[in-house]
């Protein structure tokens, strides 16, 4: 049986998504030796940019383990549709990825059907992707749902994660990739503007994991903040046409043009605590840097400040119990 040795880090998302979390989980797993990289909740909805050896590739439901050989898993707490898996995994193949031998299927993930598609097909309300994802996890809570383990497409992919993890007698490293973020949670976000999964750090004990393994929890936010989906998010202001056009905020899996708000830091220290938070990763300053503006919102209040180290040494003086790294919207790594 494995011991106390066994390591869990993990990378998720402290606002709406589009945080620029596979660049960190990218870096991360690059660095750090893991023996596993598992991508534990959602579905095709969110995608995650990352530039490898010099390519730029976008995935949607694959972690990005498998980018440095790691064996990766599609954990217990996703959902995913046969077909865009299937696709995803050609792309990269054709992008010179290895994927035999590296990815893997939880045998229990809850499979995103065609019906489910075109049950959310016109969807407005809330602004989803029209993915399938809500339907697929109410039927999953429904107990009506098909099961990974019952597609024959996916047969060769498909693993035990608790006899992966726990029947062993390896040293365990898992690498455990976020998707969306805490503002989106089921549970946490505002809803019903929200998506059908555990966003927040317990959606990652849905797969197998011990909260005893956790070591690092890495938060990743930006000095600003954005959102998709059909709320009212955006001021009317002309400035967030230029931060969005500057920080190329635009969808990675629908190409919709994301809204754009000052970054509110009551809900920032929020996520931090709710999620045990020791890093906190604030990405795209040098956008801010190219609007020439700092601003945040603290205690429903507008804060304006001259100068970029006077807007970080406000956020480092109350945002407390945590690591916290200023990063830039094209570096590669978070520093």
Same mark, same amino acid.
């Given at each position: 049986?494995?011991?106390?040795?066994?390591?869990?880090?993990?990378?998720?998302?402290?606002?709406y998504g589009d945080e620029a979390k596979g660049k960190v989980t990218h870096y991360l797993a690059s660095n750090n030796n893991y023996t596993h990289v598992m991508r534990w909740g959602g579905g095709c909805n969110a995608g995650h940019t990352i530039i490898h050896n010099g390519q730029k590739l976008?995935?949607?439901?694959?972690?990005?383990?498998?980018?440095?050989?790691?064996?990766?898993?599609?954990?217990?707490?996703?959902?995913?549709?046969?077909?865009?898996?299937?696709?995803?995994?050609?792309?990269?193949?054709?992008?010179?990825?290895?994927?035999?031998?590296?990815?893997?299927?939880?045998?229990?993930?809850?499979?995103?059907?065609?019906?489910?598609?075109?049950?959310?097909?016109?969807?407005?309300?809330?602004?989803?992707?029209?993915?399938?994802?809500?339907?697929?996890?109410?039927?999953?809570?429904?107990?009506?749902?098909?099961?990974?383990?019952?597609?024959?497409?996916?047969?060769?992919?498909?693993?035990?994660?608790?006899?992966?993890?726990?029947?062993?007698?390896?040293?365990?490293?898992?690498?455990?990739?976020?998707?969306?973020?805490?503002?989106?949670?089921?549970?946490?976000?505002?809803?019903?503007?929200?998506?059908?999964?555990?966003?927040?750090?317990?959606?990652?004990?849905?797969?197998?994991?011990?909260?005893?393994?956790?070591?690092?929890?890495?938060?990743?936010?930006?000095?600003?903040?954005?959102?998709?989906?059909?709320?009212?998010?955006?001021?009317?202001?002309?400035?967030?046409?230029?931060?969005?056009?500057?920080?190329?905020?635009?969808?990675?899996?629908?190409?919709?043009?994301?809204?754009?708000?000052?970054?509110?830091?009551?809900?920032?220290?929020?996520?931090?605590?709710?999620?045990?938070?020791?890093?906190?990763?604030? #990405? +795209?300053?040098?956008?801010?840097? !190219?609007?020439? /503006?700092? *601003?945040? @919102?603290?205690? #429903? +209040?507008?804060?304006?400040?001259? !100068?970029?180290? /006077?807007? *970080?040494? @406000?956020?480092?003086?109350?945002?407390?119990?945590?690591?916290?790294?200023?990063?830039?919207?094209?570096?590669?790594?978070?520093?």
């Amino acid at each position: 049986m494995l011991g106390s040795k066994n390591i869990v880090d993990v990378v998720l998302g402290m606002q709406y998504g589009d945080e620029a979390k596979g660049k960190v989980t990218h870096y991360l797993a690059s660095n750090n030796n893991y023996t596993h990289v598992m991508r534990w909740g959602g579905g095709c909805n969110a995608g995650h940019t990352i530039i490898h050896n010099g390519q730029k590739l976008v995935t949607h439901l694959v972690p990005v383990g498998v980018l440095h050989g790691i064996k990766s898993i599609v954990g217990t707490g996703c959902v995913l549709n046969v077909d865009y898996f299937l696709k995803e995994i050609k792309y990269l193949e054709n992008a010179g990825v290895q994927i035999t031998g590296n990815l893997f299927v939880a045998e229990n993930v809850h499979i995103t059907t065609s019906a489910h598609l075109e049950e959310e097909a016109n969807e407005v309300k809330v602004g989803t992707t029209r993915r399938g994802i809500g339907p697929t996890y109410r039927d999953k809570v429904a107990r009506k749902g098909l099961l990974a383990k019952h597609v024959p497409e996916l047969s060769k992919y498909l693993i035990d994660v608790y006899e992966e993890f726990h029947n062993t007698n390896e040293n365990i490293r898992i690498l455990c990739e976020g998707a969306q973020g805490f503002g989106l949670d089921v549970n946490w976000g505002d809803y019903p503007y929200v998506t059908s999964s555990q966003c927040a750090l317990s959606g990652v004990f849905q797969n197998a994991i011990s909260p005893h393994w956790i070591r690092d929890v890495w938060g990743v936010g930006k000095i600003y903040e954005t959102y998709v989906g059909a709320k009212q998010f955006e001021p009317s202001e002309i400035i967030f046409q230029r931060i969005r056009e500057i920080g190329e905020e635009y969808g990675a899996t629908t190409g919709r043009a994301r809204q754009c708000n000052w970054l509110n830091l009551n809900e920032l220290i929020k996520a931090v605590k709710i999620n045990s938070c020791n890093n906190l990763v604030i #990405n +795209k300053m040098d956008v801010m840097r !190219k609007v020439g /503006h700092w *601003k945040l @919102y603290h205690d #429903n +209040k507008l804060l304006s400040f001259t !100068k970029e180290q /006077h807007i *970080k040494s @406000y956020i480092l003086d109350n945002v407390k119990n945590v690591y916290i790294h200023f990063s830039e919207h094209k570096d590669r790594i978070a520093y």
